[in-house]
């Protein structure tokens, strides 16, 4: 018998500093990592979207680029 299994990757933790680990920001990163990770068989991406602009890449943005 096979047991089937949800595979979840979390790209970004909201108080994830990238200056200190190494975690997509950009749109086009996190579109890069996300297809990375269903390509090693994640079927679920959970990511926090991120302000663009210098010293804010804690705050969360609804940016039309990234959700849109």
Avoid: N, Y
Avoid at 12 to 27: I, K, Y
Avoid at 45 to 52: A, L
């Amino acid at each position: 018998m096979h047991e089937k299994a949800v595979i979840t990757c979390a790209l970004t933790g909201v108080l994830t500093d990238p200056a200190v680990h190494h975690v997509p920001v950009t749109p086009t990163e996190m579109a890069d990592h996300a297809r990375q990770a269903f390509d090693a068989g994640a079927s679920i991406v959970h990511c926090h979207f991120r302000d663009q602009r210098k010293g804010k890449g804690h705050l969360p943005t609804w940016d039309l680029q990234t959700v849109g």
